[in-house]
């Protein structure tokens, strides 16, 4: 059993059952900066890490290369459920340019359509995403090239 401490709580030092609990914290304190420092992001970031833990954020989720089209997929469809459970605006905003973004990608990166979406509402959304200036750069590029992958598989 570990040592205790003053207050009945094992002492995280001499925890025999190894980092379990540290790093579960850890991941926790993570979470609640995350939401303090941007409420709207902290969702998306969450389903994100579900999906591919070691993911900086979604951005950067969506845009690796490493990321195949089956986490793509699994990707879209958490942000398509954000896109109406999101417990605020920015927060549903934020996840319906992910859903394009993740859509836009396996267009790009693996030259798959993962969405039954009519390739005018695509459009659009791509052009949306790529003129929005709170997205990131790397984000608002894939739009016109999704545009281009996307008359190419016509």
């Known amino acids: 059993m570990p040592e205790m401490t003053t207050h009945d709580f094992p002492d995280p030092q001499n925890d025999p059952s190894g980092s379990h609990a540290a790093q579960s914290l850890g991941d926790t304190l993570r979470w609640a900066f995350e939401l303090d420092s941007s409420p709207a992001i902290a969702g998306a970031a969450f389903l994100t ?11 950067d989720a969506i845009i690796a290369a490493s990321t195949t089209q089956h986490q793509l997929e699994d990707l879209k469809n958490a942000y398509k459920m954000l896109r109406t459970t ?23 990166r693996h030259g798959a359509m993962i969405s039954r979406q009519n390739p005018f509402t695509l459009a659009k959304a791509f052009e949306e995403m790529s003129a929005d200036p709170d997205m990131p750069e790397r984000i608002r590029e ?13």
């Open 49 to 59: 890490r579900e999906i591919i833990p070691a993911a900086k954020d979604p951005f």
């Open 86 to 108: 999101g417990a605020t605006a920015p927060e549903r905003s934020l996840a319906a340019r992910l859903y394009a973004a993740t859509i836009a990608a396996a267009l790009v």
């Open 142 to 154: 894939l739009g016109p090239l999704a545009i281009d992958a996307m008359a190419r598989i016509k």
